[in-house]
């Protein structure tokens, strides 16, 4: 009995929970999205030199764009809610953390080769 009663318990939503599911969901769909423009990058391969490369990159991308969503509350939404103005602090989290990357990648490239 006390099993069940600690499951009910588990699945009562708060603020912290929802939180985590959306943290998690979001990591989840960054790995999948950059997992797959890798294979598109390269014609549905994978080359063997990149693959430490991936890991790398894959955790700077992640905590970059999980950095500019939560700058901009985007974990603090009730998304039942949600309006023009919340829209635009998401649009405005994917331009910078794009910016971001995107300068990123040009000093990596010019500085490292």
């Given amino acids: 009995m006390k099993l069940i009663e600690h499951l009910q318990h588990l699945l009562i939503p708060t603020r912290l929970k929802r939180t985590i599911f959306f943290l998690l969901f979001d990591i989840v769909l960054i790995a999948f999205s ?9 014609g549905f391969s994978y080359p063997a ?13 992640a905590a970059i764009k999980i950095t500019t969503l939560a700058l901009f509350q985007v974990y603090q939404l009730n ?12 649009l405005k989290s994917g331009l910078i953390s794009t910016a971001v990357l995107y300068g990123f990648n040009l000093v990596i490239r010019y500085f490292w080769g």
């Fill in 34 to 42: 950059f997992f797959l423009s890798f294979y598109l990058r390269f």
């Fill in 49 to 61: 030199k990149y693959r430490g490369h991936f890991l790398i990159w894959l955790g700077i991308i």
């Fill in 79 to 90: 998304w039942r809610f949600v309006s023009i103005i919340e829209l635009g602090n998401i």
